[in-house]
């Protein structure tokens, strides 16, 4: 209970001391909010990136295109020799009713597709593959291929594989940016720290002549480092939010292109949680560090 | 009460600020102690307030070695004396009222009970109605009254105070002897180093005369 009242007052010590000086306070805040808020907003585009590539499969399909004028005993037939092809693999059968249907009704090119005299579109199977390497996948491209009255035998994952290669490769580089943006972090909040010890350098020889201890001194300098970083995570977080609000609009015009419906999510509660937690933590980090540094050269 | 026991104090460059020094001071007392520059008046002091370590001797205090005391025991010592520096030591960024706070905050008193007593402390120096005043606001007597509200606002039982009325003109200076003597008829050991000799032999039964790091 004591050491709560404690930490209470250091706490309304360090706001108080950081509401003197409002300018101040605003400044190392901005640096910080900014070095916080490129990782920010890196985790939230890659978050959202993650989500779009979760709606499309990354395991391996062969989509197969027949001609537009095979019978459909020949599509019967063909459906056959794939499935024998493929071994076990699961097969999706698309007929040319359905895409047109399709297209129909959410492409808006029901117009269009009124005004030509025949259905354009051909019957199409899509096949499953999981865990096929490139060597087999390549092979039974190939064989489709040679089958009579297909037109198009296309290998659809590699795209998507390259967007999780993509992801993972964006998630290893955004970590280490958080890392030396975090330590960016650390190292302002420790200067900072280091010049307010100087200019308090006379309450704190004063405080110690009064008879306080090491920990009294030190605990509102803590409060302060970890004050300002909760101050900059929070503007980290409103300018992910301002590059949300700013990217919604392209983003949904890009994804309606590729007839995706796909909404740009700003960072979640639990995200901001922890980019304040986060901000607080390197920010008494850096303060912590900077205090027992400098405060044993203050007599 | 206080023990001083064959202190020697020397600094590095071989000045020697007392000397052997053995002294004697009961409960309730107030001593003045004097003599010319570098007699060895504030190291007394410094070495009774534990800011500085004997060469050679030992403080004692209710017969606790305080020039033994380790680094950690050190501010609770200090909470338990009052010390009026020469040099004041006031933060001139903070009010009267902040400032004699200091100790108490320091100390961990709550805060309705502080405020209280740091304006007893005001009104005891003659300071009331000045608690928002910073102390560039008062004349050089009431920065030492306010020195002064600072060193007692945490009812010390022993109160140090190193040439307190330096720099002041006579009527401040009596004023502040005053408040000493009161303070000592409160019960406090009262040990204050000066010039002017003259002005507390008026107040201090007891008087010490250092020349050279030895008692005259």
Redesign the interface.
């Known amino acids: 209970m004591r050491w709560l009242r404690l930490q209470m007052r250091a706490g309304l010590r360090a706001a108080r001391q950081m509401a003197r000086q409002p300018f101040n306070t605003l400044l190392a805040a901005l640096v910080v909010g900014i070095a916080a808020a490129l990782p920010a907003t890196g985790y939230m585009l890659l978050g959202n990136l993650q989500r779009l590539a979760g709606n499309v499969s990354a395991a391996p399909e062969i989509s197969v295109f027949m001609q537009p004028q095979a019978s459909a005993d020949t599509v019967r037939d063909t459906d056959k020799r794939i499935r024998a092809l493929a071994g076990g693999a699961r097969i999706e059968r698309i007929t040319r009713e359905a895409t047109l249907k399709r297209f129909r009704d959410n492409d808006g090119l029901a117009e269009i597709l009124d005004a030509l005299p025949d259905n354009p579109f051909a019957d199409a199977f899509v096949v499953h593959l999981d865990n096929a390497d490139a060597a087999r996948l390549e092979s039974l491209r190939a064989e489709v291929a040679k089958l009579p009255d297909v037109e198009h035998v296309q290998l659809d994952s590699a795209w998507a594989k390259r967007l999780d290669v993509l992801i993972a490769l964006g998630q290893q580089a955004l970590t280490m940016l958080a890392g030396a943006l975090g330590l960016g972090l650390v190292a302002v909040t420790f200067n900072t720290i280091r010049l307010q010890l100087l200019t308090q350098r006379d309450e704190i020889e004063v405080s110690r002549l009064l008879g306080a201890t090491d920990a009294w001194i030190r605990r509102p300098f803590h409060w302060f480092g970890a004050l300002q970083g909760l101050l900059g995570g929070a503007l980290a977080g409103l300018l992910a939010l301002l590059a949300t609000r700013a990217l919604a609009t392209p983003v949904a015009e890009l994804a309606g292109l590729y007839s995706l419906e796909f909404v740009l999510r700003p960072l979640t509660a639990i995200d901001w949680l922890v980019l304040l937690a986060l901000c607080a933590l390197l920010g008494w980090l850096g303060a912590s560090a900077s205090v027992r540094r400098h405060l044993s050269r203050i007599a | 009460m206080i023990r001083f026991e064959h202190v020697t104090k020397r600094y590095p460059g071989g000045h020697t600020a007392l000397d052997a020094f053995d002294c004697d001071i009961g409960r309730g007392e107030m001593v003045a102690v004097s003599g010319h520059s570098g007699a060895g008046k504030s190291t007394l002091l410094r070495l009774l307030?534990v800011?500085e370590r004997p060469t050679e001797g030992r403080v004692l205090v209710g017969g606790e070695n305080v020039s033994a005391l380790k680094r950690?025991a050190l501010?609770?010592?200090?909470?338990?004396i009052g010390?009026v520096?020469q040099d004041q030591?006031?933060?001139f960024d903070r009010s009267a009222f902040d400032n004699v706070m200091?100790?108490l905050?320091?100390?961990?008193h709550p805060p309705r009970e502080a405020a209280t007593r740091v304006r007893a402390a005001l009104e005891r120096v003659g300071l009331s109605g000045r608690e928002k005043s910073m102390p560039i606001e008062l004349s050089g007597g009431e920065q030492q009254r306010l020195t002064i509200a600072?060193a007692i606002v945490n009812r010390p039982q022993i109160l140090l105070a190193d040439e307190p009325t330096a720099h002041l003109d006579d009527a401040y200076a009596r004023d502040i002897a005053d408040l000493f003597r009161s303070f000592n008829e409160a019960g406090v050991t009262v040990l204050v180093t000066t010039h002017d000799d003259a002005l507390f032999s008026r107040y201090a039964p007891r008087r010490l005369v250092l020349s050279q790091g030895k008692l005259q």
């Open positions: 307030a800011l950690a501010p609770y010592w200090r909470r338990s010390l520096m030591r006031l933060l200091l100790p905050a320091i100390s961990g600072r």
